[in-house]
């Protein structure tokens, strides 16, 4: 096998006439994979594709092997097979097709070509060091005799048998890994499926146990607002009777009566309108509950329903107690339940003057559209903060000494608080034992439409 380098890209360049060249360039091909930095299994590729396409083409006329590593191209070492012609047929590319990256075959007039390519490894770095020693390797060959190509592909094969034989080994220890790693899975799998049905029956006997508890109290909560309906018709026939009857032996035209006679029926009559207003309480509650109580929304006059309130409550509380009400001319006109808004502050108004023993009661109103504002405060007795959570609790009332006094139903917070929600609005309340009770509730302000200015010809 005789060498030169006629190709400026051409390492080197043989000519192929016998087998012997043949294994020649086997081990030069060997020694020039492993002077690139190809890994063992690759140089044993790239080596048998080379004797392969060599065996295919000896006979043919001229056939020679250039090795090239282009300058400007991809990173790629380049075997070019030419040859002038022969009685050969075309060549077999599929055996070195299987062990290289590209091989092509290109035919011309005056010479045919096999053009064998295969990628450079990423560490190779292109210089005319790197290149010399590329050459160097291309060179560095006998010429052996069929024995000694035997021998070095038997050596070949048994060091690719090796690792063929390691990496089996290693790939039998990852099967193995990877099957206990399987087990596991599947024994948490198997665990978690487990609890994740246990779980679930839990989950489906509690939901069956919340729903059976849930139509219990819809049960009670519509026995109890039946109960509260009907006891509240019940008792307001008697009352308006008794409350009736009395208003009669108060009347002018009634019967004389001694100061100790009209004193008691005063009493009466002002037991009965406070029993009658409690009725009235209930009713309204048991229709909330129920989703029964309208609002009658109207253009309502808030100095007028104010003043009304203050000439009714200035007088249920104590003498030493002040109730202070808002000056009546700067209030507007709103559109709201003139009735429910009458109860809410009423029952506000009526707790504070309840408990407190001196000092004052305060009503202030704060229109800023689109909310407006009442608060009550007062200097009574407070409540307690651990009661704070309660106090919104239908008939609940905290412990203190003015409750003896001031016996009630634990009704006044919580339909006050059920009507304020019934207008749209909220109601917030704090406190402070010994100092006292500010209540604030906070409604939608709707501006009244303006009256129409009435007509020329109706004026008289």
């Known amino acids: 096998m005789t060498g030169g380098a006629p190709d400026p890209d051409a390492l080197a360049s043989y000519s192929l006439r016998t087998p012997q060249d043949v ?31 060599g065996r295919d083409r ?84 006998a010429t052996p005799s069929l024995a000694d190509d035997l021998r070095a592909q038997t050596r070949d094969l048994i060091s690719a048998l090796e690792e063929t034989r390691a990496q089996r080994e290693e790939m039998r220890r990852l099967n193995e890994e990877l099957e206990e790693t399987n087990r596991g899975v599947l024994a948490l799998y198997t665990e978690l499926s487990q609890e994740l049905e246990e779980t679930n029956s839990g989950v489906v006997a509690l939901h069956a146990e919340l729903e059976e508890k849930s139509a219990r109290l819809r049960e009670t909560s519509e026995a ?94 104590p003498s030493d107690v002040t109730l202070l009400m808002p000056p009546s ?54 409540i307690p903060e651990a009661e704070l959570s309660r106090v919104f609790e239908e008939f609940y009332q905290v412990r203190g000494p003015l409750q003896r006094v001031h016996r009630g139903t634990g009704l006044g917070l919580p339909y006050a608080r059920t009507l304020t929600e019934l207008l749209g609005g909220t109601l917030r309340l704090s406190s402070t034992p010994g100092a006292g009770t500010r209540v604030e509730v906070e409604l939608p302000f709707t501006p009244a439409p303006p009256t129409p200015a009435p007509s020329p010809e109706n004026i008289p």
Do not use: Y
Request: proline letters at 5%; a neutral charge.
């Open 329 to 382: 001319s700067e209030l507007p006109v709103s559109v709201t339940d003139e009735a429910l808004l009458t109860r809410i502050l009423r029952n506000l108004l009526s707790n504070a003057l309840k408990f407190t023993e001196r000092g004052e009661v305060r009503l202030d109103v704060r229109v800023e559209p689109p909310r407006m504002f009442f608060t009550v405060t007062d200097t009574g007795v407070g």
């Open 23 to 53: 294994f020649a360039l086997r081990r030069t091909g060997q020694s020039a994979a492993e002077a690139l930095g190809m890994d063992r299994q690759d140089q044993v590729r790239f080596a048998t594709a080379l004797s392969e396409l």
């Open 58 to 141: 000896l006979g043919c006329e001229e056939l020679t092997v250039t090795f090239a590593l282009p300058v400007e191209a991809e990173r790629v070492l380049t075997v070019v097979f030419a040859w002038a012609g022969g009685t050969k047929a075309g060549p077999d590319l599929e055996p070195a097709s299987r062990l290289l990256n590209r091989v092509r075959h290109e035919a011309g007039d005056a010479r045919h070509r096999i053009v064998a390519e295969h990628p450079l490894p990423a560490s190779w770095t292109d210089g005319p060091d790197a290149r010399g020693a590329v050459v160097a390797a291309l060179r560095r060959h």
């Open 224 to 317: 109890k607002t039946r109960f509260w309906r009907n006891i509240s018709h019940e008792l307001r026939t008697p009352v308006n009777a008794v409350v009736a009857l009395t208003r009669l032996l108060l009347a002018p035209g009634s019967s004389p009566l001694t100061d100790e006679q009209r004193r008691q029926l005063s009493l009466i009559d002002a037991s009965g309108q406070s029993l009658l207003a409690l009725v009235g309480d209930l009713l309204d509650v048991a229709k909330a509950e129920a989703g029964q109580l309208e609002v009658n929304a109207a253009p309502t006059d808030l100095r007028a329903l104010l003043a009304q309130l203050g000439a009714v409550m200035r007088n249920t509380g």
